[in-house]
C-alpha cells in the first residue's frame, strides 16, 4: 500500500471530478452503478457544510497531491437508531488506479478517522457478492466478513446479494 495515500476535504474542484468520473456506468463501475443522478444534490450539501457534517459525509482520496476518489460514510442502525447506530463506508476511486492498493489504504484511513472523531464502536461496508477486489480490499484494510445479504440491493433491474463487512473499535488495535 502506498504511504502517499491520503484523505481531505473535498474541494470545490473535486466536485467536478467526481461529477464526470462518477456521473456514468464508465465511471463507477459494474457494482455503484444505480442510474443517473442530479449533480445538483452533492454541490448543494456541500456549499451547505463542505460534506462533512452529523449525518455523515465525504473525503477526497489524493495519492500524491492528485484527487483519486472519495470515501462516504453514512448512518446506519440495526435496531433504534438512538441505541444501535453505526457507521455505513463507501468508497469510489477513478477507474486507472483500481487494483494498487489505494480502496485498502483509503478505507483503512477512513475507519482511523471515524474511530479517533466518532464515538462510533462499530464500522460496516458491504459490496457485490462479485465484487471480489473490493472484498479483499476490506479485509486486508481490517474489516471482517459477516455474512451475505440475500437480495438487498436493486441495481441494473434486478436484486443483488451483498457480502457485509464491519470492523469493531477494538479490531483497530
Given at each position: 500500500?502506498?504511504?502517499?495515500?491520503v484523505?481531505?476535504p473535498?474541494?470545490?474542484?473535486?466536485?467536478?471530478?467526481f461529477?464526470?468520473?462518477?456521473?456514468?456506468?464508465?465511471?463507477?463501475?459494474?457494482y455503484?452503478?444505480?442510474g443517473?443522478?442530479?449533480?445538483?444534490?452533492l454541490?448543494?450539501?456541500?456549499t451547505?457544510?463542505?460534506l462533512?457534517?452529523?449525518?455523515?459525509?465525504v473525503?477526497?482520496?489524493?495519492?500524491?497531491?492528485?484527487?483519486?476518489?472519495?470515501?462516504?460514510?453514512?448512518?446506519?442502525?440495526w435496531?433504534?437508531?438512538?441505541?444501535?447506530?453505526c457507521?455505513?463506508?463507501a468508497?469510489?476511486?477513478?477507474?486507472?488506479?483500481h487494483?494498487?492498493?489505494?480502496?485498502?489504504?483509503a478505507?483503512r484511513?477512513?475507519?482511523?478517522?471515524?474511530f479517533?472523531?466518532?464515538?462510533?464502536e462499530?464500522?460496516?461496508a458491504?459490496?457485490?457478492?462479485?465484487?471480489?477486489?473490493?472484498?479483499?480490499?476490506?479485509?486486508?484494510a481490517?474489516?471482517?466478513?459477516?455474512?451475505?445479504l440475500?437480495?438487498?440491493?436493486?441495481r441494473?433491474?434486478?436484486?443483488?446479494?451483498?457480502?457485509?463487512?464491519?470492523?469493531?473499535?477494538?479490531?483497530?488495535?
Open positions: 500500500m502506498s504511504d502517499e495515500i484523505l481531505r473535498v474541494v470545490a474542484e473535486d466536485l467536478d471530478l461529477e464526470r468520473e462518477f456521473g456514468g456506468p464508465e465511471g463507477v463501475g459494474p455503484q452503478w444505480f443517473y443522478r442530479s449533480p445538483g444534490g454541490r448543494r450539501k456541500f451547505e457544510n463542505g462533512l457534517g452529523p449525518d455523515g459525509g473525503l477526497a482520496v489524493a495519492e500524491a497531491g492528485r484527487t483519486v476518489g472519495r470515501v462516504e460514510w453514512f448512518p446506519g442502525s435496531g433504534r437508531p438512538d441505541t444501535s447506530s457507521w455505513t463506508l468508497i469510489g476511486l477513478l477507474p486507472d488506479v487494483g494498487r492498493g489505494i480502496g485498502t489504504r478505507q484511513l477512513l475507519a482511523e478517522y471515524l479517533d472523531h466518532t464515538r462510533a462499530r464500522l460496516q458491504w459490496t457485490d457478492c462479485a465484487n471480489l477486489g473490493e472484498q479483499r480490499a476490506l479485509e486486508k481490517g474489516f471482517v466478513r459477516e455474512g451475505v440475500r437480495s438487498a440491493q436493486w441494473g433491474g434486478r436484486w443483488h446479494d451483498q457480502v457485509i463487512f464491519s470492523m469493531l473499535r477494538a479490531d483497530l488495535a
